[in-house]
């Protein structure tokens, strides 16, 4: 099974353990040698669900949107996107250069083709930006694909 995942990143420590609580239930749900997490291993949810991924026994597949992303997240964040990086089973390029919501809305689309089912760590409040949860979701309806919206009860971003 081929899970991708979409998410709010910058979410608050509290909220963060709630959703990794949620992301490790749902794990379980899947059998390890056949669960492939499909992700941009973003900071938030999108390394989360790697990470809770390969800790169940599962691969990873990477996404990677443009040639600048790594620079583009933060600098706290790249020893675990490199680490995520280098276990990955595969690793999928744009082809685009700029790290900006065209080459994220890019990487996503790619996400989504690559995968049987989204999760998506959403509020279900509009995108901030070109690119952003909801917009990724929106994509993956239009196309078919299920979504299953994980989002902690009572919480905000």
């Known amino acids: 099974m081929r899970v991708g995942i979409t998410g ?5 420590t509290e909220v963060e353990q709630r959703v990794r609580a949620i992301l490790t239930e ?3 749900e899947y059998d ?4 492939v997490a499909v992700s941009c291993i973003a900071d938030g949810p999108d390394a ?4 809770t991924v390969l ?24 020893p675990v996107y490199d ?10 390029h744009t ?5 900006d919501s065209a080459a994220h809305m890019t990487g996503s689309e790619i996400l989504v083709r690559l995968s049987g089912v989204l999760l998506a760590v959403w509020d279900g409040k509009p995108a901030w930006g070109f690119g952003g949860t909801a917009d990724v979701v929106a ?8 979504v299953r919206v994980v989002w902690p009860n009572g919480a905000s971003r």
């Not at 390890?32 to 669960?35: C, F, M, N, T, V």
């Not at 800790?55 to 620079?71: F, I, L, S, T």
């Not at 082809?95 to 790290?99: N, Y």
């Open 8 to 12: 709010h990143r910058g979410l608050s």
């Open 26 to 28: 749902a794990v379980t």
């Open 32 to 35: 390890a040698g056949e669960l």
């Open 48 to 51: 989360w669900w790697a990470e």
């Open 55 to 78: 800790a169940h026994g599962g691969q990873v597949e990477v996404v990677v949107p443009a040639q600048e992303y790594r620079e583009s997240l933060p600098a706290s964040h790249w």
């Open 83 to 92: 680490r995520l990086y280098a276990a990955a089973a595969e690793v999928h």
């Open 95 to 99: 082809g685009m250069t700029a790290s």
């Open 139 to 146: 994509y993956a309806q239009r196309t078919g694909m299920p």
